[in-house]
T-cell receptor, first 114, second 114 residues
Framework: GAGVSQTPSNKVTEKGKYVELRCDPI?????LYWYRQSLGQGPEFLIY????????DSGLPNDRFFAVRPEGSVSTLKIQRTERGDSAVYLC????????????FGNGTRLTVT | DQQVKQNSPSLSVQEGRISILNCDYT??????FLWYKKYPAEGPTFLIS?????DKNEDGRFTVFLNKSAKHLSLHIVPSQPGDSAVYFC?????????????FGKGTKLSVKP
């Protein structure tokens, strides 16, 4: 079956531009997560959706970052006024809504801000 | 301030021998621990987990040990195979396995030599 799909796989943008990163979770997975991985670091939590609502957005670094999941399936991570420090691999994951259910990660979107 | 620490950035092991990857944590509220494996250009893949009420969990060649008093866990791979070569991330949660917000270490790169 299909795994978590993230598009684009690579995105290069200029400082100050707006970007959208898309995540298609595994069908039937109600929980969806965004993480960010910078070079030499482990994944860092950004936001967690349960259905359509953001259950925990405590990891979003500032108000330039926003994520939506309007129909409880596909999610979009939006970054306004990008900065060079936003360059990283943005990982999306989904899981079933039960204790111990593992996160299934996509291959990520590599964002480069020049 | 890293709550989950993997102090060895890399480990090299001969095929057939045991690989031991270590992880230390500082937050005594963590109650669920996981190991993920990551190949280049792919997302992390769930490997094995352990609840804080246990001190050992085994799945085939992979065993995770938890020492709560030392705030330490380790992943043992026996026997190691060249296909095990990857970056291994330790992660922890305070959610009892609901995994809404995982805290990851920086990873250990394992190389298994034929």
């Amino acid at each position: 079956g299909a795994g978590v799909s993230q598009t684009p796989s690579n995105k290069v943008t200029e400082k100050g531009k707006y970007v959208e990163l898309r995540c298609d979770p595994i069908s039937g997975h109600t929980a969806l997560y965004w993480y960010r991985q910078s070079l030499g670091q482990g994944p860092e939590f950004l936001i967690y959706f349960q259905g359509t609502g953001a259950a925990d957005d405590s990891g979003l670094p500032n108000d330039r970052f926003f994520a939506v999941r309007p129909e409880g399936s596909v999610s979009t991570l939006k970054i306004q006024r990008t900065e060079r420090g936003d360059s990283a691999v943005y990982l999306c994951a989904s899981s079933l809504n039960r204790l111990g259910a593992p996160l299934h990660f996509g291959n990520g979107t590599r964002l480069t801000v020049t | 301030d890293q709550q989950v620490k993997q102090n060895s950035p890399s480990l090299s092991v001969q095929e057939g021998r045991i690989s031991i990857l270590n992880c230390d944590y500082t937050n005594s509220m963590f109650d669920y621990f996981l190991w993920y494996k990551k190949y280049p250009a792919e997302g992390p893949t769930f490997l094995i987990s352990i609840s804080s009420i246990k001190d050992k969990n085994e799945d085939g060649r992979f065993t995770v040990f938890l020492n709560k008093s030392a705030k330490h866990l380790s992943l043992h791979i026996v026997p190691s195979q060249p296909g095990d070569s990857a970056v291994y991330f330790c992660a922890a949660s305070v959610d009892g396995g609901s995994q809404g917000n995982l805290i990851f270490g920086k990873g250990t790169k394992l190389s298994v030599k034929p």
